[in-house]
Structure formats: structure tokens, C-alpha cells
């Protein structure tokens, strides 16, 4: 069964600080691939999408984005947070097509000055 | 116009009401989504059309009927709901070029009394 594990709940960085935010995922192939990001109630913006080609993916607000097939992760990270950076991120999964895709269970980021 | 547009943005709605959430995308995009998201939880998929059809139901109530009557409208109609079914209702298009992306409306904060 395809699965995508987010293994941190909660992350607190320092402003300025650079970050890092885990995705694992479990799929019989490899998966389209995204992160996106959630302030409190709104809806998801994307950051980044991958399927092939390069495994350091550019997204916007900064954000990049590492795809290992030996180790199943695609790991958000962002050299220099910034207060306006703290939100929910979800990472994702699909088989491509206009099909279901599988979200992680979130890591909330908290950003302290 | 490159956004989802999400009407109402808060509905509050007795058991026995009968009411419609509209969304609303002018991006060219062919398929359309459903999702319902309750707090501290990823979105859970609920719909999707692809071209105007119903391509995918997980199983959802039928007290929950979605309609799509153009390639730039979707609605959710609702009827009969429980306390339960309160919770942010998001709709999400993906475009026919990209690597099957969902771009996402604000929600509707939908409660149930």
C-alpha cells in the first residue's frame, strides 16, 4: 500500500536558522511528488513538484527540495527561515493522473525569533 | 486569472438545510477536486472530476452530492449533514500540462449545528 510518512509532528527552528523537513514515502513505483504548505485556515499552496530529472528540486519562497530513490525520501529545505515561513507542511504522493494522492500527516513548523 | 475561487467562506448550517458550496477555477484546468479537512489532519479526498466527469468517489455519504456543469465549475451540494461533517471543505484543479499538481481555493469553513 502507498504510504508518505512526515516522522516529525512538530519542529521549532530560529529565525535565520536553515531547516529541514523529513518525507519518507512507500510506492510500488516512483510517485509524483510534492510539498505544499498550510497557514491556519486557508488552503494548501504549492512549493515544489517532482517526478524526474534533477533529485534538487527549486520552489518558490526559497524553498528546495531533495529526492533520494535509494533511501525513498524527498526532504524539504530552506537555507534561512523567516518568521512568515511558520505553517503546516504537507508532503505528498501520487501515481500520476488525475488519481488520488496520498498526503503525510503534516509537520507544523514554529519559527522563534 | 491563476487562482481557485471558493464560495462561501464560512457556512453554518442546521441538519434539515439544504446548501451549496461553488468553486470556481479560470485556469483551463480539467480536473477538479473535493477534499474535506478537519483540524490538525492532511486533507481527506472526497471527489474528483476529470473533463466534467465523475472520475473518483471514496465512498462519500450521499447526503454529499458534487456537480460539475463546465470544465470551470464545481459544486458541493449538501443536504441532511451531521455535527460531524463540520470542517474546512477545499477544492483543488490541476492543470492537463503539468506533473498532475492540485492547486487549491481558501476552503469553506463549514459548521454543522
Known amino acids: 500500500a502507498q504510504s508518505v510518512t512526515q516522522p516529525d509532528i512538530h519542529i521549532t527552528v530560529s529565525e535565520g536558522a536553515s531547516l529541514e523537513l523529513r518525507c519518507n514515502y512507500s510506492y510500488g513505483a516512483t510517485p509524483y511528488l510534492f510539498w505544499y504548505v498550510q497557514s491556519p485556515g486557508q488552503g494548501l499552496q504549492l512549493l515544489l513538484k517532482?517526478?524526474?530529472?534533477?533529485?534538487l528540486v527549486q520552489g518558490i519562497k526559497g524553498f528546495e527540495a531533495e529526492f533520494k530513490r535509494s533511501q525513498s525520501y524527498f526532504n524539504l529545505r530552506k537555507p534561512s527561515v523567516h518568521w512568515s515561513d511558520a505553517a503546516e507542511y504537507f508532503c505528498?504522493?501520487?501515481?500520476?493522473?488525475?488519481?488520488?494522492?496520498?498526503f503525510g500527516t503534516g509537520t507544523k513548523l514554529q519559527v522563534i525569533p | 486569472d491563476t487562482e481557485v475561487t471558493q464560495t462561501p467562506k464560512h457556512l453554518v448550517m442546521g441538519m434539515t438545510n439544504k446548501k451549496s458550496l461553488k468553486c470556481e477555477q479560470h485556469m483551463g484546468h480539467r480536473a477538479m477536486y473535493w477534499y474535506k479537512q478537519k483540524a490538525k489532519k492532511p486533507p481527506e479526498l472526497m471527489f474528483v472530476?476529470?473533463?466534467?466527469?465523475?472520475?473518483i468517489n471514496e465512498s462519500v455519504p450521499s447526503r454529499f452530492s458534487p456537480e460539475c456543469p463546465n470544465s470551470s465549475l464545481l459544486n458541493l451540494h449538501l443536504h441532511a449533514l451531521q455535527p460531524e461533517d463540520s470542517a474546512l471543505y477545499l477544492c483543488?484543479?490541476?492543470?492537463?500540462?503539468?506533473?498532475?499538481?492540485?492547486?487549491f481555493g481558501p476552503g469553506t469553513r463549514l459548521t454543522v449545528t
Open positions: 483543488a484543479s490541476s492543470p492537463p500540462d503539468g506533473l498532475y499538481e492540485q492547486y
Open positions: 517532482y517526478f524526474s530529472g534533477d533529485t
Open positions: 472530476y476529470s473533463y466534467e466527469k465523475l472520475s
Open positions: 505528498a504522493a501520487g501515481p500520476g493522473g488525475y488519481q488520488k494522492v496520498t
